[in-house]
């Protein structure tokens, strides 16, 4: 049973996949629909990779002794993983707003369909275009960095000066405690003398 299993789980994955969709010759396929196919791909292909068969080698001795709880626990691995990665993905969409700005370039594409003139270019010059573009990125990020560095360093300035009061209390109060001690030392001969000329026979 376990073998049958593995096979639907992990074997013959690498070239199949969920049916899809047949595009008419001409038709602009939409760039996040071909995130989520990318992202289907690699997870069938990570599936097969990760087959059954081979988890049972690496577990050769769960497998003889526990075949169904072997079948589970691959079961459950396979799930998490899948559902991690797209998790991963979700959420790395929905941070840098990737459908948005794919969504934006495919309409960027499907309006320059129409026309005949050269793609518009600030100077000409790829190179200049594209560091006129990334030079203010980079410098803000340069400018956010040093921000936090400047707010890391005061914030250890202040948390030295602390350490630094610290030890100066440390010190008043030893100076204390020892000044403490001498006094109680003096008196403490102190008593001992009285008690010596007191005790004296006249």
């Known amino acids: ?17 969920p049916p899809r969709e047949s ?3 001409g038709t ?24 059954y068969q081979r988890f049972t080698d690496c577990y050769k001795r769960l497998y003889q ?3 169904e709880m072997t079948q589970r626990i691959y079961d459950k691995f396979i799930t998490q993983l899948q559902t991690s990665v797209r998790e991963e993905i979700s ?21 320059r369909k129409d026309q005949e003139e050269p793609a518009w270019r600030p100077s000409g010059n790829p190179e200049a275009d594209l560091r006129s573009a990334l030079v203010p990125y980079f410098r803000q990020q340069r ?12 914030e250890n300035r202040r948390l030295a000066e602390a350490v630094v009061a610290g030890r100066q209390q440390v010190q008043e109060l030893q100076q204390r405690g020892q000044a403490r001690q001498q006094a109680w030392q003096a008196l403490h001969r102190e ?11 006249e």
């Open 1 to 17: 049973m376990a073998e049958t299993r593995s096979s639907d789980a992990g074997g013959g994955c690498e070239g199949e996949g």
């Open 23 to 25: 595009v008419p010759p």
């Open 28 to 51: 602009t396929v939409p760039r996040v629909k071909l995130l989520d196919t990318l992202v289907d791909t690699f997870l069938q292909k990570l599936v097969a990779a990760g087959s």
């Open 65 to 67: 002794l526990q075949p």
């Open 91 to 111: 959420e790395i969409k929905a941070e840098g707003n990737l459908e948005a700005v794919l969504n934006a370039l495919d309409k960027i594409v499907e309006d």
């Open 143 to 154: 400018d956010a960095l040093q921000r936090h560095v400047c707010k890391q360093e005061a």
């Open 191 to 201: 008593q001992k003398e009285l008690v010596a000329v007191l005790g004296e026979p």
